[in-house]
């Protein structure tokens, strides 16, 4: 486990859902672009997702996963 899950765990576990009040099921829509982003990182890093330490997350990655949701998933801002 790297650095990063803890934290991960923490905002989807505590924060989100006790302290934003967030739903169980935007809670579940968080949790799974933050798995799709360390499967994107992970590609892109040649590492497995639970190698990937926070500092790999840079916005040039951020912004190239953000531009493959738009073009090979068909998601939007709104999305």
Known sequence: MT???PYLSSFLREHLPKE???S????????Q???LLLQ???GRLKLKPSKIEI???DAPLILAFL?????Q???SART
């Open 3 to 5: 650095a990063l899950a």
């Open 20 to 22: 934003r009040r967030a």
């Open 24 to 31: 169980q099921h935007t809670c579940e829509a968080y949790a």
């Open 33 to 35: 672009s933050f798995q």
């Open 40 to 42: 994107f990182a992970a």
């Open 55 to 57: 500092e790999r997350l």
């Open 67 to 71: 531009e493959h949701l738009e073009k």
């Open 73 to 75: 998933r068909g998601n």
